[in-house]
């Protein structure tokens, strides 16, 4: 944090009061250095948002606490079922409100090895749409702010909020600061668990991948164990929200949090006894991280022109899971090239074009040429999306 913030922090929240935190920092992460040595995952915590009178987010026919509990006992009884030696407990299993400072002392309470935190996304806007997952952690812009102030409001339900949050205030930015003390311990962890996580969803269920970010949630603030927060998907979007509520849809996010479940708990079991890296998230281990310039445009395009613009066509020839040289005589007679990541794999496109239909035609080159795989890709600030995605932009650019 940076020491004009610090210097804030300690004025607005007391010096006793930031040490006292400090110290909790360093007894809280005990039980995570436990889990490093033993490489397992005993007991996992699985959060629906919301719940009771605080019914989240709504949409046109649906509200985010139905949708949310429902993935959440789908996706513990996948864990259940599939890994009897894990402890799954929930935060709530019926329609009935839980206040946040209660959900992290459940899982507190059951010394809970992970924390995974349910929601739906919402907007003033129609238009966005896509998955994103949450770490604890700094809001790096105002759109995460603003998700973490969404979800952070719930405490506005609860009697005496002020006495049991210490004077929080979720519409304070300020206030937000302090969160990330409490889980720096658990960042590496963390955010391998949101890479999976956010992998998984976007691979599975076809999500805009809005990427891996940080902001402070007080769901996550003093969990004594890895955590992240999983927005699924915009119920302020009609088509999204269908999906959402939705008996598929719901049956398919709770097997992507599930398989990431499976994924992270091998991932701990192969780092059984090797120190945390701190800077694991600045050498690649996370894939998707702080999309934030993509989803910002998304969200809120500056104007039709420049929206317009963005969404490109290109023809995609081939697809590895090594990298390969854009100077390869593979694709020697090729133009434009251009390298992607996707559902794991790097993938290679040529050709760049401003219609689906001069695609085609450079597409039918393309496969006269050897690559008989070939097809038409949209493109939207170099970043692969679907055709329903692309026709969408393209509409509300007119």
């Known amino acids: 944090i940076k020491t ?25 992460s005990m039980p995570l250095q436990a889990q490093m040595r033993e490489g397992k995952i005993k007991k996992v915590v699985i959060d629906a948002g919301h719940g009771g009178k605080d019914p989240g987010a709504t949409g046109l026919r649906s509200r985010e606490k139905d949708i949310v509990l429902s993935i959440a006992l789908k996706a513990g009884k996948y864990i259940s079922e ?19 400072y209660r959900r992290a002392e459940i899982a507190n309470e059951h010394h809970a090895d992970l924390f995974i935190s349910i929601h739906c996304n919402s ?16 809001h790096k812009t105002n759109a995460n702010l603003e998700v973490a102030k969404t979800e952070n409001a719930a405490i506005l339900y609860e009697e005496d909020y002020s006495k049991k949050y210490d004077g929080f205030d979720p519409n304070s930015p300020e206030a937000h600061i302090i969160f990330s003390l409490y889980q720096n311990a658990y960042r590496t962890y963390s955010l391998k668990l949101a890479s999976l996580t956010q992998s998984q969803i976007v691979e599975r269920s076809s999500r805009f991948d809005r990427g891996v970010k940080e902001a402070g949630f007080w769901v996550l603030y003093k969990t004594a164990m890895p955590g992240i927060l999983i927005e699924a998907g915009f119920i302020s979007n009609k088509e999204e929200e269908k999906y959402l509520a939705s008996e598929i ?61 963005d969404v490109v066509w290109r023809v995609q020839i081939a697809s590895s899971p ?9 694709f020697k007679g090729l ?38 795989d070939a097809f038409v890709v949209p493109f939207y ?18």
């Not at 004009?4 to 809280?28: H, N, P, Q, S, T």
């Not at 090594?322 to 390869?328: A, Q, V």
């Not at 794991?344 to 006269?368: D, I, N, P, W």
């Open 123 to 138: 907007s003033k806007s129609t238009k966005p749409y896509g998955a994103e997952t949450y770490v604890m952690g700094l």
């Open 322 to 330: 090594e990298k390969i040289s854009l100077k390869s005589n593979k």
């Open 381 to 398: 600030n170099d970043h692969r999306i679907s055709e329903e995605q692309a026709k969408d932009l393209l509409k509300t650019s007119h």
């Open 249 to 309: 849809g719901q049956t398919v996010i709770a097997s992507s949090v599930y398989r990431a479940f499976k994924e992270y708990k091998t991932w701990v079991a192969s780092q059984a006894g090797k120190p945390i890296e701190d800077n694991a998230h600045d050498k690649g281990e996370v894939s998707s991280t702080d999309k934030e310039s993509q989803t910002e445009v998304v969200q809120e395009p500056h104007n039709d022109t420049d929206q317009q613009s």
């Open 4 to 28: 004009k913030k610090l210097i804030a922090m300690m004025v607005r929240f007391g010096l006793k009061r930031l040490l006292f935190i400090l110290c909790a920092l360093f007894i809280l």
């Open 82 to 100: 599939n890994f009897p030696d894990v402890e799954v407990i929930y935060t709530r299993k019926t329609d009935e409100f839980i206040e946040l």
């Open 335 to 372: 133009k434009d090239l251009f390298e992607y990541e996707h559902q794991r794999m790097f993938k290679y496109t040529a050709g760049m074009f401003s219609s689906q239909e001069l695609a085609k035609k450079y597409m039918a080159e393309v496969r006269k040429q050897g690559y008989k």
